[in-house]
């Protein structure tokens, strides 16, 4: 709690432009939103902290779907040590925490911990079973998966962030947590004792380090001046094309001049919708002005086949610079609605200028994130 109260008055003085980057809150569109969600964060930390509530576990406990496994209750979860992740496919803080959830399923399965994950949906389309199924897949995901789309385990919780953490000893009761991402060495001293608590004997004391690539390898936290950028009308900000955003109707953009720090524009036809944005014929382009080594971008095909794109990093191929879904000139594909890996840069971070164009239409645009 005392890290996040630093955190929020960091900000508040405009002393640090990364700390943000390591939540993902629901509804936070702008600095003053987040530090609102993070003062009611810390409040509903205080109620749950040093909960000794027996049938905490329990909260776990209802209709809902589970995913490589039988649905885990109270009666099979007492006795056990577990970590309950609160986090959802394209959210890049949480894809950065499964090499260290992976881990420690591997590492203190065998002692008797359980790492469950919570898959609370922020897009519509993360509510479709069989899409996270694949996430799972794609992902090596293999310890207990519960599909959470009404939010009821969140609420449950007092859940208000993604990715969450909570450390749950074999009793049942909360007796850690944990919100964003960093000190996992501590989080895992944490399982060990709480695993000593209940009998069991760890191996000798060390923090697991993961092999981690691709989305989920560690931001360049020093390197981070980009925050999360929604394109869908009900979250966007930084909008910069000319005449702003026509809503839920195909419109003819004009993405103008030169582009501030993390300013983005739309270019060509486009559909903005609540949370995404479609692009509504071929050669629609996005540009955006960023500063960090990683740049994503969650988005989908519609369902209607793939969608040819190619991006461009200061107006050349990305060459050595390309993310993990494109190729060296900057072509690729979208598929699957997921979170996409375009750039990575492998020198010095400046400010940069992005642009992809879609080369055939029906392309959906949901949000920018950085790393």
């Not at 207990?144 to 909570?166: E, K, L």
Request: aromatic fraction near 10%; glycine fraction near 10%.
């Amino acid at each position: 709690g005392a890290a996040v109260l630093i955190a929020v008055a960091a900000l508040a003085s405009g002393l640090d432009t990364a700390s943000l980057a390591r939540f993902n809150l629901p509804g936070a569109t702008t600095v003053e939103e987040a530090l609102v969600e993070s003062t009611g964060r810390l409040l509903s930390l205080d109620r749950a902290a040093g909960q000794t509530v027996d049938d905490t576990i329990s909260l776990l406990d209802g209709d809902a779907t589970w995913l490589n496994s039988p649905p885990l209750n109270r009666e099979a979860l007492l006795g056990k040590v577990v970590v309950v992740n609160f986090w959802t496919y394209s959210c890049i803080n949480c894809l950065r925490a499964l090499p260290y959830l992976r881990a420690w399923a591997d590492e203190y399965g065998k002692d008797g911990l359980v790492v469950i994950g919570v898959h609370t949906p922020e897009f519509a389309f993360e509510k479709n079973a069989d899409n996270v199924r694949a996430a799972l897949r794609s992902l090596n995901v293999e310890y207990p998966v519960v599909i959470d789309n009404d939010f009821r385990i969140w609420r449950a919780f007092h859940n208000r962030a993604w990715p969450a953490f909570y450390f749950i000893d074999a009793q049942g009761r909360i007796r850690d947590q944990r919100f964003g991402e960093g000190d996992y060495a501590g989080a895992e001293r944490t399982i060990r004792e709480l695993l000593t608590e209940a009998g069991d004997q760890p191996g000798v004391a060390h923090a697991v380090v993961p092999e981690a690539t691709g989305a989920q390898a560690p931001a360049a936290w020093g390197d981070l001046a980009s925050p999360e950028a929604y394109l869908g009308y009900e979250k966007a900000s930084n909008f910069a094309s000319r005449g702003g955003l026509t809503r839920n109707r195909s419109h003819g953009y004009k993405a103008g001049g030169d582009l501030r720090l993390n300013q983005w524009a739309l270019d060509g036809d486009w559909t903005v919708e609540a949370n995404s944005a479609v692009a509504a014929a071929a050669q629609s382009r996005i540009f955006y002005r960023f500063h960090a080594r990683d740049l994503h971008l969650v988005m989908g095909s519609g369902g209607k086949g793939p969608v040819r794109i190619r991006v461009l990093l200061d107006g050349h191929a990305p060459r050595a610079d390309h993310g993990a879904d494109i190729d060296a000139d900057g072509y690729g594909s979208v598929t699957g609605q997921r979170l996409y890996q375009l750039i990575r840069q492998q020198g010095p971070i400046n400010d940069r200028d992005f642009e992809i164009e879609f080369l055939d239409p029906g392309a959906e645009v949901f949000a920018f994130t950085f790393g």
